[in-house]
């Protein structure tokens, strides 16, 4: 399976701020998933990104809120914007590779 | 019919006990079901998988049983030790190869000593 580092591991910023995640994959894959998981909470999809094209976005996410960059075949971002206290969550990439795997994740507080 | 229903909330097994977790679902289109391992302050790990062609996979102390005409998954933990208490997610996968997951709510499970 692959390796995801995800950057940063934890961050507090202030609201209407944003915060831009990185996601490293150690082998070049196709799609690239970005997830949301509020505290105590499952995980949910924000968007799949497939390189050279735009974001694939869930019903309830948006794009002028999460944008993604998707410049090559190991690397992505996500972009948090004009963050609210209710943007707190951990934010998780995931990639499929012989297995979906998921970063360490980004743990994002919002005063 | 994009949901995957996942029980019990929470549970409590004693040490070298069998730890059961079910999940259940209603879309046909789902074709691959992982079960992931989250630890506090973790990403979640994956821990085992299965295809709806095969009714039973196991690995180490980890199985699945999966019934397709039931629409049920579930995992069981043989000879449950505490380092196995951590926070466990059923999914289930649509869209084929590269597709997306969608995870069941998680089940908290604790190993007392």
């Known amino acids: 399976s692959a390796v995801i580092s995800q950057k940063p591991s934890r961050d507090i910023c202030q609201r209407g701020t944003s915060l831009t995640i990185q996601c490293q994959v150690d082998s070049q894959v196709t799609m690239m998933f970005w997830y949301r998981q509020q505290p105590g909470q499952s995980l949910t999809l924000i968007a799949t990104?497939?390189?050279?094209?735009?974001?694939?976005?869930e019903s309830g996410f948006v794009i002028d809120k999460f944008p993604i960059s998707r410049p090559n075949l190991t690397f992505s971002t996500l972009t948090v914007s004009n963050m609210s206290p209710e943007d707190s969550s951990i934010y998780l990439c995931?990639?499929?590779?012989?297995?979906?795997?998921f970063g360490s994740g980004t743990r994002l507080t919002v005063v | 019919q994009q949901q995957v229903k996942q029980s019990p909330q929470s549970l409590i097994v004693q040490k070298g006990g069998i730890s059961i977790i079910n999940c259940a679902y209603e879309?046909?289109?789902?074709?691959?079901f992982p079960w992931y391992q989250q630890f506090p302050g973790k990403g979640p790990a994956l821990l085992i998988a299965?295809?709806?062609?095969?009714s039973e996979k196991k690995e180490g102390r980890f199985t699945i049983s999966f019934n397709k005409s039931a629409k049920q998954f579930s995992l069981h933990i043989m000879d449950s030790q505490p380092g196995d208490s951590a926070t466990y997610f059923c999914?289930?996968?649509?869209?084929?190869?590269?597709?997306?997951?969608?995870f069941g709510k998680g089940t908290k499970l604790s190993v007392k000593p």
């Open positions: 995931s990639v499929d590779y012989y297995g979906y795997t």
């Open positions: 999914a289930a996968r649509y869209g084929g190869s590269q597709g997306n997951l969608i």
């Open positions: 299965i295809r709806p062609d095969v």
């Open positions: 990104a497939n390189q050279g094209s735009e974001a694939t976005y």
């Open positions: 879309n046909t289109a789902f074709d691959y």
